[in-house]
């Protein structure tokens, strides 16, 4: 990941009140360490993935589910 775009996501990590880690492993570094990165500074740590990750432990809230099912549920609020 470029310079400029990595320092901007750790601005917007550290400025968040939610973390959402969407369809992720959470190992590649260095932008694993954003959802960590975020709990530490007070967010809440959201982990949307099928399998589960090493950082779940850190989390406020897991859900090993499909992705696409997952998030259709939550933006389909006929």
Known sequence: MPLAEMQ?????TLACDLF???GSSLVVFPAAGFPE???????K???IN???T???GIADLVLNTEIGETLSAV????
Do not use: H, S, Y
């Open 50 to 52: 099928r399998d589960p």
């Open 8 to 12: 901007e996501a750790k601005e917007e």
């Open 75 to 78: 933006v389909d609020l006929d």
């Open 20 to 22: 959402l880690a969407v």
């Open 54 to 56: 090493g950082m779940d």
């Open 45 to 47: 740590l959201v982990i």
């Open 37 to 43: 990165l975020a709990k530490r500074n007070g967010a």
